[in-house]
Nanobody, 114 residues
Framework: QVQLVESGGGVVQPGGSVRLSCLAS?????MSWYRQTPGGQREPVAD???????NYADSVKGRCTISRDGAADTTYLQINSLKVEDTAVYYC???????????WGRGTQVTVSS
């Protein structure tokens, strides 16, 4: 049974930073972060592939870093200069291949508010 457990969310002031973690029960080729606002669709934030090739959504590019610790099967998402519009539930996704649905975590809430 594959498990993905996100952590690190919370309430952060605008301009602050957050570092999210996703602990997987095993390694995967592709680890991704998505986010979803109330009433909104789940949207991609960042991906990291085997070999540490990364992709970022335009909305976070320049403010965001995705990284992974393969030995620990943990993927991280650091977002700096947080904005109110970054408020969302952040989900971790794990896949072996791009076309697969893969596995999802239950999410961690990030609230950006003063």
């Amino acid at each position: 049974q594959v498990q993905l457990v996100e952590s690190g969310g919370g309430v952060v002031q605008p301009g602050g930073s957050v570092r999210l973690s996703c602990l997987a029960s095993r390694g995967f080729n592709i680890m991704s972060w998505y986010r979803q606002t109330p009433g909104g669709q789940r949207e991609p934030v960042a991906d990291i592939y085997t070999g540490d090739v990364v992709n970022y959504a335009d909305s976070v590019k320049g403010r965001c870093t995705i990284s992974r610790d393969g030995a620990a099967d943990t993927t991280y998402l650091q977002i700096n200069s947080l904005k109110v519009e970054d408020t969302a539930v952040y989900y971790c996704r794990a896949r072996e291949r791009v076309w697969e649905e893969g596995y999802w975590g239950r999410g961690t809430q990030v609230t950006v508010s003063s």
